[in-house]
């Protein structure tokens, strides 16, 4: 839940004022000032952790001292005083010069001496608090504050003293920075060159308010380099062999690359009106006839320059700029919009404003993203028009609820960035693949709302992705390995190399050929990655890549007689379909070390990985094998049976696509897996579908009892009565209630009435109770008090026009919460899951068509699965869980009943 910081500032200010007028007060109340001096002290506090570490006053939090604790601060710091005006008395070079001191040499000999045993006393103390810096680092120049420094890990030592440098917390690639400060201070240069380099995947980004020296990057030696500049250059020599962002390898060209680099450094010190003018006036002949600064295409010379400037990527920023320069047109003001609408500058705007959870640029004005759903997290580096998603489903079974989950997060996040969504067939496995799972899906994303911009096949790649599979082999980063399964697997486990490891190039190629040739010996050959045996990770231990099958496809026939595994073609694909950002479950994680692999080593543009939660039902099963048994062994009726977890199956029971879309966006920025309640989402469906389901009413065909209002009209009269179809929604229309002296009612509600009760009759009136042995019978009351009146009663006419009614209730198929792993699911199958109910219903649900939602009062709501044909082929509804465990008014039906006994 958010914290409204405007609300705890607003606390704040409050308890400061009381205690304000409690220390006014005569007498002083000590106590009560005491526990409002605490309660201002907790409600900072709150305000400053939601508030990334910064207090009220706008500076760091730091938890107020006792007076003890200042005592001893104070005495530190006039040790430290001391220990300074000592090093300095000894004679230091300051500034270049001899510092001039009047001190005797006694005297400096005496505060030397002092001094240092006062430090020693100091840093006793804080080493016995449990931390603290024994020293400080000597303060950085405003000259030198922004230069790129990379600190060693080793200890350093010297002939006047040794000093350990205190280890640096950043891992390998890990950037880190403060989200607190401006842009311009976020490493925007460096960013920007990874995502141009397109490494941008190698590196991790993190957030540390406490950092305050400028961005850092943990380098793999174990140092950490900072600056944004030098970890910009960093990144350009680590990504190109020919360092073309640095100048290429034209040394003039590497050299003014440098010189202006240097030229947007000096000017840092500078606001941003002066820096901005100068700029502007350097490039006015620069750029008269050119588009870049340096050569012909975007160099680190131009990135410099731009961040000088204030990075101008959004348009409120862009404005500023041009209205510096008082509208002028000028050569940069061309330079500077060619320079924001690069979609790598963009992407690293995003990023470094991006590491504030909810903060995203706007780049245009008139391409406004809608704000986020909740529940939903952006996605990282994400800029309007700049996105691309893809759900790959495999066409073996049909789509269940945790594929709905997959493709409609897919869905919108590719809309919502104004992006494109794919739908790719991943068809790599002809033993399980048939054409009849392919147009299901098909049918099934229709069901959903769902319309890709482009239907793809991995099949379509297969020819390119066996040409990166030789290229891997050619690198030596594959090999063929006949090694039997079992044996491969124990190998795997054990971390044991296989004996084809290091196989050469020629045998390689030769048995790969044997793989895809028809011949059956190929059959006990398959490709594998050349990764790392040793790993930690299972699935870089020299993962399957290519194996054999002769089965025919169900597309491509017999033109192939081996496939890609799905770890191989995905990435691969991934990256030639243009996607950008890969949506992949929490279970593939420790496949996603291999996916970023198979991109590197094959030099294809990379993708971003954004993880979620796979979503799991209790008393259900997800797995296309096990709902293929139920379906194969007669338990359900087909794949769209309403007691399926299929995208059909829940739709057919009454499941509102809004609903779904609404549960699924809450669920979509979680990546802990949980075992889902059915009956949250059935909740969620029914605040959507009592927006339009229209009222009926209808009683049991045989547990039913006559009433008789003795004072009702005579079936001839044909007296009707009009009523609303949604009572809280008179736009919904009317509908004609049929009145009549005979009506029925529910059995169950009318047990224990008595003479002289008034009951209601819905949408009729009250009716007070003249008779109950030998038959009941009432007297309408035409101006009875509906609030006084006990029971409230659905009813219906006892006339020939009523039609027959079937309802369908369901249960769970399976009758355990949660299936554990040694769990055979065939034992927990749950005998009774169906049940019918036959009742009377509304003449007006004769006119209801297939897939209608409506209300019977008082039963609850139901989807038209059948409509009215005629007596013998009567209206078929089912009944739409709505997330409650007992029925509002005691009517839960028969299966409900029978599972009570």
Not at 113 to 134: N, V
Not at 590 to 599: A, L, P, S
Request: hydrophobic share 40%; proline share 4%; with cysteine.
């Amino acid at each position: 839940m958010t914290t409204n910081l405007d609300e705890l500032r607003g606390k704040v200010t409050a308890i400061a004022d009381e205690i304000t007028a409690l220390k006014k007060a005569n007498p002083v109340d000590k106590d009560a000032i005491a526990a409002s001096v605490k309660a201002l002290l907790d409600a900072k506090r709150t305000f400053a952790q939601n508030n990334g570490g910064i207090g009220v006053d706008g500076k760091p939090w730091e938890e107020p001292l006792s007076k003890k604790e200042k005592k001893a601060k104070e005495k530190a710091e006039k040790a430290a005083k001391a220990a300074a005006a000592a090093a300095a008395a000894e004679g230091g070079d300051v500034g270049g010069k001899e510092a001039e001191d009047p001190i005797s040499e006694g005297a400096k000999k005496k505060a030397a001496k002092k001094a240092e045993k006062a430090a020693k006393k100091a840093a006793h103390k804080a080493q016995q608090g449990g931390g603290g810096a024994a020293a400080a680092a000597p303060a950085t120049s405003k000259a030198s504050k922004s230069a790129p420094v990379v600190k060693a890990m080793s200890s350093v030592s010297s002939s006047a003293s040794k000093r350990s440098t205190v280890s640096t917390k950043l891992v390998s690639n890990q950037l880190c920075y403060n989200p607190n400060v401006s842009l311009t201070e976020r490493p925007v240069a460096a960013l920007t060159v990874a995502c141009l380099t397109n490494t941008m995947n190698n590196y991790s980004i993190t957030s540390d308010r406490n950092r305050h020296s400028g961005p850092a990057l943990g380098l793999p030696n174990g140092g950490e380099l900072t600056g944004d500049n030098a970890i910009a250059r960093y990144f350009a020599r680590s990504a190109c062999s020919n360092h073309a962002l640095l100048g290429g390898g034209d040394i003039d060209q590497m050299a003014l690359v440098d010189s202006w680099v240097d030229y947007a450094q000096t000017l840092t010190k500078f606001q941003q009106i002066r820096r901005v003018k100068a700029v502007a006036a350097t490039l006015a002949s620069t750029l008269a006839e050119k588009t870049y600064v340096v050569g012909h295409s975007l160099t680190l010379a131009d990135i410099a320059l731009f961040v000088c400037i204030g990075f101008p990527c959004e348009a409120a920023d862009a404005l500023q700029v041009e209205h510096i320069l008082g509208g002028k047109r000028c050569p940069m003001i061309r330079w500077m919009k060619m320079m924001k609408s690069h979609p790598a500058v963009r992407e690293a705007t995003q990023l470094a404003k991006g590491i504030s959870i909810d903060n995203e640029t706007s780049f245009d004005p008139d391409a406004k993203m809608d704000p986020l759903v909740e529940g939903m997290n952006p996605l990282e580096g994400a800029t309007v028009g700049n996105v691309c998603t893809r759900f790959p489903p495999e066409p073996s079974g049909y789509l269940h609820i945790g594929h709905a989950k997959a493709v409609l997060m897919n869905e919108y996040y590719a809309r919502r960035y104004k992006g494109r969504l794919i739908v790719r067939f991943d068809d790599t496995n002809p033993s399980k693949e048939k054409e009849e799972f392919q147009s299901s899906i098909i049918e099934d994303l229709a069901m959903l709302g769902v319309k890709p911009d482009v239907v793809t096949f991995t099949s379509d790649y297969f020819k390119t992705i066996e040409g990166h599979a030789r290229d891997l082999m050619k690198k030596g980063l594959a090999y063929m390995d006949d090694t039997p399964q079992e044996v491969m697997r124990q190998e795997r486990m054990d971390r044991v190399d296989s004996k084809h490891r290091n196989q050469s190039h020629e045998d390689a190629i030769k048995y790969f050929d044997l793989m895809c040739s028809k011949d059956k010996e190929g059959g006990k050959w398959c490709l594998r990655a050349k990764i790392d045996m040793k790993s930690n990770n299972g699935t870089m231990r020299d993962p399957v890549l290519f194996r054999q099958n002769l089965l025919p496809h169900h597309r491509s026939g017999e033109t192939f007689r081996a496939y890609p595994t799905y770890d191989l073609a995905c990435p691969i694909v991934d990256s030639i379909e243009g996607v950008t950002h890969a949506l992949r479950t929490t279970e593939y994680n420790d496949r996603d070390e291999q996916y970023q692999w198979i991109q590197s080593a094959l030099g294809l543009r990379r993708v971003r990985i954004h993880a979620f939660a796979r979503m799991n039902f209790i008393n259900t099963v997800l797995s296309k094998r096990k709902l293929t048994w139920f379906v194969e062994n007669g338990h359900v009726t087909g794949w769209d049976d309403a007691r399926f977890p299929t995208v059909r199956g829940v739709i057919r029971r009454g499941m509102n696509l809004d609903a779904l879309r609404a549960f699924i966006c809450s669920q979509g920025a979680s990546k802990n897996i949980v075992d889902m309640e059915w009956k949250k989402i059935w909740a969620e469906n029914k605040k959507e579908i009592d927006k339009y389901a229209k009222r009926f009413m209808a009683v049991d065909k045989t547990e039913n009892v006559e009433l008789i209002v003795t004072n009702g009209p005579d079936d001839s009269e044909s007296v009707f009565v009009s009523t609303d179809y949604l009572p809280k929604d008179k736009s919904f229309g009317k509908r004609l209630v049929r009145l009549s002296k005979k009506v029925l009612l529910e059995k169950i509600d009318v047990e224990g009435i008595q003479v002289g009760e008034e009951i209601v009759l819905m949408r009729w009136g009250v009716v007070k109770i003249t008779k109950v042995e030998g038959g009941l019978e009432g007297e309408l009351i035409p101006d009875g008090d509906f609030k006084k009146a006990g029971r409230k009663l659905s009813w219906m006419a006892d006339v020939p026009t009523q039609i027959p009614v079937t309802l369908y209730e369901f249960d769970n198929l399976i009758s355990k919460d949660k299936l554990e792993e040694d769990d055979k699911f065939e034992d927990f199958i749950n005998p009774d899951t169906l049940a019918a109910t036959e009742v009377i219903g509304d003449f007006g649900l004769k006119n209801l068509q297939k897939g209608e939602v409506i209300q019977l009062e008082r039963r609850g709501y139901f989807r038209v699965d059948q409509p009215y044909m005629s007596t013998e082929k009567g209206l078929v509804l089912f009944m739409i869980p709505d997330g409650k465990a007992k029925s509002m008014s005691g009517l839960a039906g028969k299966l409900a009943s029978s599972l009570k006994k």
